[in-house]
């Protein structure tokens, strides 16, 4: 298991990249995370390499860990970039699959209604409230 519980873990892809373009896109979207209020986000790479490892870790590659903070915006606000960085790849055969505590979200292949309504109902089971 990548993380600990209560973190986000997303795995990505995009049809036809290979380990170096799946690696730059990750290492794009967690700059992209780290401007929200989560607390890190982690390379699975970098959580799962031996010391002193060097290369892409296929098992890993496209994988990051988000840390969130106690707040709930978070939530809303990683998904939200995570969802804007789906749209910006239309036609490159992007996927992203989100987990917390066991659920599962995927947005790959939804309408934008359709992600509307997944990540309301998946940030309301992950309300503290």
């Known amino acids: ?16 990249a290979d380990p170096e373009r799946l690696d730059t896109l990750t290492r794009q979207l967690r700059t992209r995370l780290l ?14 390499a031996p010391a002193g490892s060097r290369g892409v870790d296929l098992a ?4 990051l860990v988000i840390t969130l903070a106690e707040a709930l915006p978070s939530l809303g606000q990683a998904v939200q970039v995570i969802r804007m960085w789906l ?7 992007r996927e992203v699959r989100i987990e917390l505590d066991g659920d599962v979200l995927e947005l790959s292949h939804a309408t934008e209604q359709q992600q509307d309504d997944l990540v309301q109902i998946f940030i309301q089971k992950h309300s503290p409230n």
């Open 87 to 93: 749209s910006q790849g239309q036609g490159e055969g």
């Open 1 to 16: 298991m990548l993380g600990m519980p209560g973190d986000l873990v997303l795995f990505l892809s995009e049809r036809d």
């Open 60 to 63: 890993t590659a496209g994988a």
């Open 35 to 48: 401007g929200t209020d989560v607390v890190d986000v982690r390379l699975a790479s970098e959580l799962a």
